[in-house]
């Protein structure tokens, strides 16, 4: 009737059944005798096969092993276990051949995640701070702490399921269990909804919500805030409230990762004679030696000046590159002094010899 060889596993017999099931069901085929007898046949023959005793005494004894003969059972459509996977997909049926019979689901329902932006200072992310989040949400009904029902009253079983959720209806040969139009599969409705929230169990209110940034958080950082999102449904457990952080740039730190970047610049002598500059840094001023000689680019790095690890231990560095400025008004001892600093002091002007390295990194940016 399937289709299948004697050895066909569990798996092929189930996808042979689902194929013709689904060929013949009576509401593809509708006033059509021979596709429900069909549909009736394959359904007979699945639930022989599928149960592991009526399988054995149909391998040793045949049709009449399942039909009375051999200690056998004839055809229990309600003894296929796995209809509601192999129609539930195509026709939404929770229920099929009258199994079941759980009571309606719980009414409570959880409450919705939020999501919330908030703009910090440079320094309240590298740092941490504690800031305020204004959210709107909604909150548990106080006159009926969340039930839905008017004081004094509450929620009544379904009329129209008798409170188990599922309304039952007759499909050819067997009946069909769906969910309870009038109570959404509850399995009770309100009949007196309380007037403050119109049966809703929860009211949509504004909240100032404490937020504490820890330190080290960066750009797109999402921080979850458990339990202070939307309150759940009829009793049912809060959601979440995600805050997702976006930082201001510093006016002249860049940040990458934990490590902080930094431009100074310094003058030609203290450049070529060395030197002690009082470099800024997030927590005050730093004295930086320069070493002498030191060439416009050198960068120099301060050591635990950086940002915290986030939730961890230890900082980054501070890297600052030094530049040579370059003086562009020179009065006329300057210039002399210069000129006389230029003839006690010789540079080759040739081109340098640029290695294969630098080359390839001007091709590719």
């Known amino acids: 009737m399937l289709g299948v060889e004697r050895d066909a596993s569990d798996q092929t017999i189930k996808s042979a059944y689902r194929k013709l099931a689904l060929q013949f069901h009576p509401d593809r085929n509708p006033d059509n005798p021979e596709a429900e007898e069909k549909f009736k046949e394959a359904s007979e023959a699945y639930a022989i096969l599928a149960d592991g005793e009526k399988r054995a005494l ?21 003894s296929i276990q796995d209809l509601g996977d192999i129609f539930g997909d195509l ?39 504690e800031t305020k989040v204004t959210v709107r949400r909604h909150e548990t009904c106080e006159d009926c ?27 050819g040969f067997f009946s069909i269990a769906r969910t309870c139009p009038t ?23 504004q909240r ?23 309150a759940g449904a009829f009793g049912g457990p809060p959601g979440d409230l995600y805050v997702v952080l976006h930082v201001k740039e510093h006016p002249f730190f860049d940040r990458e990762g934990n490590d902080l ?20 840094t997030l927590e005050g001023e730093h004295t930086l030696k320069v070493p002498e000689g030191t060439q416009s680019g050198t960068t120099l790095k301060i050591r635990g000046k950086g940002v915290p690890v ?38 080759e002007n040739t081109p340098q010899h640029r290695t294969l390295l630098s080359k390839v990194k001007d091709i590719f940016g």
């Open 91 to 129: 026709f939404g049926f929770s229920d099929l051949f009258g199994g079941g019979g759980s009571r309606g689901r719980t009414r409570a329902q959880r409450g919705a995640d939020l999501r919330e932006d908030i703009t910090l200072e440079f320094e309240e992310a590298v740092f941490g701070t």
């Open 261 to 280: 970047y930094c431009v100074v610049p310094i003058s030609f002598t203290q450049a070529s004679l060395g030197t002690e500059i009082s470099v800024p």
């Open 310 to 347: 986030l939730n961890g231990h230890g900082k980054g560095d501070l890297f600052v590159e030094v530049r040579v400025q370059t003086p562009v008004k020179l009065n006329k001892r300057q210039r002399e002094l210069l000129h006389e600093l230029d003839s006690l002091t010789r540079v």
């Open 183 to 205: 109570c959404q599969g509850v399995g009770s409705v309100i009949t007196d909804p309380c007037p403050k929230c119109k049966g809703q169990g929860r009211i949509l209110r």
């Open 58 to 78: 149909y391998d040793r004894y045949g049709h009449a092993g399942v039909n009375g003969g051999g200690g056998g059972a004839g055809f229990d459509a309600s």
């Open 208 to 230: 100032s919500v404490d937020a504490k940034v820890p330190a080290g958080v960066e750009d797109g950082t999402r921080i979850r805030f458990a339990g202070l999102g939307e």
């Open 145 to 171: 702490r969340g039930s839905g029902a008017a004081a004094g009253k509450a929620p009544v079983t379904c009329r129209s399921c008798a409170g188990r959720g599922q309304v039952r209806y007759q499909q």
